[in-house]
T-cell receptor
């Protein structure tokens, strides 16, 4: 079955530590995205990538970093510079970034900073 | 600034009909999406509108009026499994998706 996987589902981190969230897709999609979801707010775009070895900052990229070395993979690192990292993180992909392409989402990773 | 407004929460009865509204103010418009999200899960695609009018898909329909910056999602014959949040998202002139905060729909027996 084709889809998007994210791991882990729950993650706990101590303040000051970097942590990497995994996102893998086998849909052969060119575009991939990372969103953050907080209670009472819409999804906010962190980073997106339209092609391998290229990515762009979204609205809230500060304190985060990404890589796109393979088409299937788009890991997100939450660094210690991110002031409020506790949130639900969603990875998504689409065939391309064309406007009519729906985005498919992974199950999400809930990050809690202790 | 860019803004999408949806009611925070709505309650409806099983078997009834409910309409969830979405109004938007964005820099440009290249289409509007509706997604369903059950608690703690990933959003799943429901519909896409780019032209004015009504798109029907089974029990769910979505309407768009570009001149009014307005859309609604209509859910018929409500079932308990329809209890979820419904997210409205608009693609702006930079092809970026702007998301509303979502409407939590509670279905009562």
């Amino acid at each position: 079955d084709g889809g998007i996987t994210q791991s882990p589902k729950y993650l706990f981190r101590k303040e000051g530590q970097n942590v990497t969230l995994s996102c893998e897709q086998n849909l052969n999609h060119d575009a991939m995205y990372w969103y953050r979801q907080d209670p009472g707010q819409g999804l906010r775009l962190i980073y997106y990538s339209q092609i391998v070895n290229d990515f762009q900052k979204g609205d809230i990229a500060e304190g985060y970093s990404v890589s796109r070395e393979k088409k299937e993979s788009f890991p997100l690192t939450v660094t210690s510079a991110q002031k409020n990292p506790t949130a639900f993180y969603l990875c998504a992909s689409s065939m391309s970034r064309e406007v009519w392409n729906e985005q498919f989402f992974g199950p999400g990773t809930r990050l809690t900073v202790l | 600034g860019q803004n999408i407004d949806q009611p925070t929460e709505m309650t409806a009865t099983e078997g009834a009909i409910v309409q969830i509204n979405c109004t938007y103010q964005t820099s440009g418009f290249n289409g509007l999406f509706w997604y369903q999200q059950h608690a703690g899960e990933a959003p799943t695609f429901l519909s896409y509108n780019v032209l004015d009018g009504l798109e029907e898909k089974g029990r769910f329909s979505s309407f768009l009026s570009r001149s009014k910056g307005y859309s609604y999602l209509l859910l018929k014959e409500l079932q308990m499994k329809d209890s979820a949040s419904y997210l409205c998202a608009v693609t702006d002139s930079n092809y970026q998706l702007i998301w509303g905060a979502g409407t939590k729909l509670i279905i009562k027996p």
